[in-house]
């Protein structure tokens, strides 16, 4: 079964999104494993810990490479291989394609060391489906700021950066049109889920219009 990732600069939406393909996906009747990075095992959220802490400032690019790729093999080897192989959909919010853009594009890694890292991490376990949600860093810093929580590690690293993170997708989109879609992430959620959907059909993962209300209506419900 396929394996989808969903990417985006901070603020995006993507995390959203996720949950409504995940839930999407449920409805329809696959069985789905939905998995965040970092994180996503025991050992990846305690990396994933040290990584989002604003505490440790002094981490350097080569460093933060590292745990990124030691996250993200922990969670192939325990969860993504083995679901796979047993015919599930994975429904990944953030993958390898993160670490190009924000540790390589936006960051001081040479992007021929990233891609060996990641190729090292993840093996032969490449997305079937990457959607980018592509959004003006402003907006999304906008939209960063009606959250509570403070900003994290990664958040807190600028405008500029992440405007470096987002070209670095877009780069990657140009680079890998088989695998890579960039949606316009500025749209309403539902207008965004619908070009969800439509990209997922492209795989072979059909949503019926009820199935995706379904997963809406969950979202947009009050929680009680």
């Given at each position: 079964m396929p394996f989808i990732t969903l990417e985006g600069i901070d603020g995006c939406g993507k995390?959203?999104?996720a949950r409504l393909v995940a839930a999407a996906l449920k409805h329809a009747g696959h069985e789905v494993v939905s998995l965040r990075e970092?994180?996503?095992v025991a050992i990846s959220e305690k990396i994933r810990a040290l990584l989002l802490d604003p505490e440790n400032k002094v981490m350097c690019d080569t460093c933060e490479l590292l745990?990124?790729?030691?996250?993200?093999?922990?969670?192939?080897?325990?969860?993504?291989?083995?679901?796979?192989?047993?015919?599930?959909?994975?429904?990944?919010d953030r993958f390898f394609d993160s670490t190009s853009a924000y540790q390589a594009f936006a960051g001081t890694v040479a992007r021929e060391d990233a891609d060996v890292a990641n190729a090292l991490a993840v093996g032969d376990c490449v997305p079937d489906l990457t959607l980018v949600f592509d959004i003006d860093p402003a907006a999304a810093a906008s939209r960063r700021?009606?959250?509570d929580d403070a900003p994290d590690r990664m958040e807190a690293k600028g405008?500029?950066?992440?405007?470096?993170v987002a070209d670095g997708f877009r780069t990657i989109s140009r680079e890998h049109p088989?695998?890579?879609?960039?949606?316009?992430?500025?749209q309403p959620i539902d207008a965004v889920f619908?070009?969800?959907l439509a990209e997922l059909a492209g795989v072979g993962l059909a949503v019926s219009a009820d199935d995706a209300r379904s997963a809406l209506s969950a979202l947009m419900a009050p929680a009680e």
């Open positions: 995390s959203t999104q970092p994180g996503g745990l990124y790729e030691a996250a993200r093999a922990q969670l192939v080897h325990e969860i993504v291989r083995p679901a796979l192989a047993a015919g599930k959909v994975v429904v990944c700021e009606q959250r405008l500029e950066y992440q405007q470096r088989e695998r890579v879609r960039l949606v316009d992430a500025t619908a070009c969800v």
